[in-house]
């Protein structure tokens, strides 16, 4: 497994760290309303084999971490499932034993060297390095960042009867810790922009207050899109949400606007869950939206 890559958007370094490959996803779960046809013969043809299977039943996912060095700062983007974490609702991602810390560390990345983790929802497979256990208590992997991430969202989580399934557990082990130790900044991104070179984007509708993040660095753009998007087939098919998308028009409307984004500025878009590279760069074309991996 490729699990470390690198980017140059302007002067700073992008370097993705992956913590798990997800290979045996089936289609028809991740996306319940997909029109078959489009992973089989009207397939994109940007959907290669290490991205779906022929027959378009299988897929595969990426669950990783960005981590962006500026030459001041560095500064790691979503945190993946963590390990040791008690998922017994979601055998996914129960209890894993990932070798993420040694692959932080082949990057050139110690945890005391973040100073920023930028957040963009509160779902399992996003937060789960926040934290690492010591002794009986959960405390911030990275003992010298700011944890950045909504206030909205975390206000609308710490409500158990939002929490689905697949994330129960989730703010006990690895967000609340983080607010208790004095590391979180919780912003409303319409109004705070905390970290200079980023610009946090309100793309509800994977989650309660789903943020965007984009960069500008030297005349080059980013985009970090979270889960606005899982796989690359939705560059063509942008009307599929995912399952675990929780409020279904505000996803569809969020996706548009980040392939908007990131055609119009350019941007290398840097993906969540994207198999092969994760990262792309997307383009417009007489059917829509193109996806040309980097």
């Not at 490729?2 to 993705?16: A, K, L, M, N, W």
Request: net charge negative; glycine share 6%.
């Amino acid at each position: 497994m490729d699990t470390i890559q690198r980017y140059r958007i302007g002067s700073t370094t992008v370097t993705r760290v992956t913590e798990l490959i997800l290979p045996e996803v089936p289609s028809d779960f991740l996306f319940p309303a997909r029109d078959r046809t489009v992973l089989t013969h009207d397939r994109p043809r940007w959907i290669g084999a290490e991205n779906a299977s022929a027959d378009g039943q299988i897929l595969t996912l990426s669950v990783h971490s960005w981590i962006v060095q500026t030459g001041r700062h560095t500064i790691v983007i979503d945190t993946g499932a963590g390990n040791g974490k008690s998922r017994p609702l979601n055998p996914l991602f129960n209890q894993l034993d990932t070798p993420y810390l040694e692959r932080l560390a082949a990057a050139g990345v110690q945890p005391a060297d973040v100073d920023f983790v930028l957040v963009t929802h509160l779902h399992v497979d996003h937060v789960g390095w926040n934290t690492i256990r010591s002794g009986e208590r959960w405390v911030p992997t990275f003992p010298n960042a700011q944890y950045v991430f909504s206030e909205a969202e975390y206000r609308f989580y710490a409500d158990e009867q939002h929490v689905r399934t697949p994330s129960a557990g989730v703010f006990a082990d690895s967000v609340q810790p983080v607010v208790d130790a004095g590391q979180a900044l919780l912003i409303d991104a319409e109004h705070q922009q905390p970290v200079d070179g980023f610009t946090f984007h309100r793309t509800k509708g994977h989650s309660f207050d789903h943020l965007s993040i984009s960069l500008a660095s030297d005349g080059e753009h980013a985009l970090f899109s979270g889960d606005v998007m899982h796989h690359p087939v939705q560059v063509a098919k942008p009307e599929w949400n995912s399952v675990f998308c929780e409020f279904g028009d505000d996803a569809q409307r969020s996706r548009l606007w980040a392939l908007n984004h990131a055609a119009d500025h350019r941007a290398t878009f840097f993906s969540s869950h994207f198999p092969g590279t994760s990262a792309g760069v997307v383009e417009r074309d007489d059917t829509g939206f193109v996806w040309i991996p980097r």
